[in-house]
């Protein structure tokens, strides 16, 4: 089966990079946007376009019914939803079959099963897969108390139904545990109208290391792996591929723990399965999985030269997938800088605006996928990520340096944006030295700096 | 005692207001969660004081230099 038409249910760079996969296929394809994006590059690129709505997400790229509607009314039989706003969304998907067009992406039930942290966590521990000792859900507080020793401490109360840090404690030892217990119960009952909480074993210095995987439901690969540890707000702002400084043992074994999670489910299309490397103990363990294409997917094409957006088409068309593992090599070091419309001196604050003045820097090896341009008006209902600086050299050092230069020259004004954090990073020496962990950026860099709490 | 000022550093919405009026805060308290480009961001007390008047309502869109809340300190 060959599709007559995607419908690309997408913005930003995102969206451009789908065209471009599909210009890679000799694919038409039909440009979605919202009233906010009528004028914007990834629209003018396209000689067939639809409007879905306005601004809002919840009118536009994240309405489900108003996406297969469009796809209908333009005549597409696929719709590549990109990152974000549907792409991880189960319901759409299942809604996408049962229209007859194809969600580029795996199966909903896939998508369901692994996006409830539960059953993923059930899932990994039945393949073999280590995740963070922790309770296997709510506990109460009496039983919680004598889990707690079996889970070793420091350990951290977790609210079930919580999320930005409301309703979590960090428990050193024992004496301290009621007490936590109760404030972060009470906490999270008034954020989330819930107090059930859970405990999981807190790692202090943590890496953030992830394994991009391939499947088409019988065949599965690895493309090697990422390291995402330089985060702010739980937010990626630098990935690299391969991770360094890491022993060779735990790579392999951190790849192979990822297919056979990928193997477990029959995995279909491009996946990452999220690992945290334990800094201090070299034990890793299962977060989570992505069941989209990601953001940071070009450090892993730049080391092996593949094209992920093209192959998620044409597994989606059926056909098998182009790759057997022995297919796969990594070559070079290739790194990735998430350039937004954030002020780092004001605690990283988003600023929506409107870009003055554009000019983008070219050289070998160096590749920018962005939607900018001068002129372009930054809406504040969509994300502040402007552009991904992404460069391949030989070697860590070589592409540290190839990304100072990329970036230095890089000309964005209107807005303030993060290249000025970026460049300071790329000259740390705790960066240089990959050591860095995912509250470095918080705890270290920013440490005594305006509104490092918004961190 | 005066009256100041708390006013938006971002363009956004208010996603959640936190405090009341006739709350004691301290400096550093958040007051209200604003959301602009899909992040949450507090909106924080510059001083120590009472709440005398929450000018916004959540569902309401601030631009930067918005005064939103007002203290006596």
Request: hydrophobic share 45%.
């Amino acid at each position: 089966m060959s599709f007559r038409r995607i419908l690309i249910a997408n913005r930003g760079e995102i969206a451009l990079r789908i065209q471009a996969a599909c210009r890679a296929r000799n694919l038409a394809w039909v440009q979605a946007y919202s009233e906010a994006d009528a004028d914007s590059l990834p629209v003018r690129s396209s000689d067939h376009t639809i409007l879905l709505g306005a601004a809002a997400v919840a009118y536009s790229y994240g309405n489900a019914a108003r996406v297969i509607a469009a796809a209908q009314e333009a005549g597409c039989d696929a719709i590549h939803p990109g990152y974000g706003f549907l792409s991880e969304n189960a319901d759409f998907a299942a809604d996408c079959e049962a229209a007859g067009i194809t969600f580029i992406g795996p199966q909903a039930d896939i998508i369901r099963r692994m996006g409830d942290k539960a059953t993923a966590r059930r899932i990994a521990q039945g393949a073999g897969v280590p995740v963070i000792p922790g309770s296997e859900g709510p506990v109460s507080a009496e039983d919680g108390a004598a889990l707690a020793d079996r889970i070793g401490f420091p350990l951290l109360i977790k609210a079930a139904a919580g999320g930005g840090g409301r309703g979590m404690r960090i428990v050193p030892d024992a004496g301290s545990f009621a007490r936590a217990y109760e404030g972060a119960a009470r906490e999270a009952e008034a954020a989330f109208g819930s107090g059930a909480m859970y405990l999981e074993r807190y790692l202090e210095k943590v890496r953030h290391i992830e394994v991009q995987i391939f499947g088409d439901g019988t065949r599965f690969v690895h493309l090697g792996e990422r390291d995402c540890s330089t985060q702010r707000r739980h937010q990626k702002l630098v990935e690299e591929a391969p991770a360094a400084g890491l022993a060779a043992d735990l790579v392999a074994e951190i790849r192979e723990a990822a297919l056979g999670l990928a193997r477990a489910v029959g995995y279909r299309n491009a996946g990452t399965v999220e690992f945290v490397v334990d800094m201090t103990t070299g034990d890793f363990y299962f977060i989570e999985m992505n069941t989209r294409i990601q953001v940071e997917h070009p450090v892993t094409e730049a080391v092996t030269g593949l094209d992920l957006v093209a192959e998620q088409i044409a597994v989606a068309e059926g056909q098998p997938l182009s790759w057997r593992q022995e297919d796969i090599t990594i070559t070079g070091h290739a790194i990735e800088c998430r350039v937004n419309a954030e002020d780092p001196a004001k605690g990283f604050m988003p600023r929506p605006g409107t870009i003055t003045s554009y000019a983008a820097p070219t050289a070998p090896g160096l590749r920018i996928d962005s939607h900018l341009e001068q002129g372009h008006t930054l809406p504040a209902q969509y994300d502040s990520m402007l552009a991904k600086v992404i460069v391949i050299a030989p070697t860590r050092t070589a592409a540290i340096e190839a990304m100072k230069q990329a970036l230095a020259a890089y000309e964005i004004e209107g807005v303030p944006t993060t290249i000025p954090f970026l460049l300071e990073l790329m000259d740390d020496p705790v960066f240089g030295a990959a050591r860095i962990h995912t509250r470095y950026v918080r705890d270290v860099m920013w440490k005594g700096r305006p509104l490092q709490q918004m961190l | 005692m005066a009256d100041i000022n708390i006013e938006s550093e971002l363009t956004g919405n208010v996603w959640k207001i936190v405090a009341k009026e006739g709350d004691n805060v301290a400096e550093g308290d958040t007051l209200l969660i604003l959301e602009s480009m899909k992040m949450e961001i507090p909106l924080m007390s510059s001083d120590d004081g009472v709440i005398k008047q929450i000018k916004v309502k959540e569902g309401d869109i601030l631009n930067e230099g918005d005064v939103a809340v007002i203290l006596t300190a």
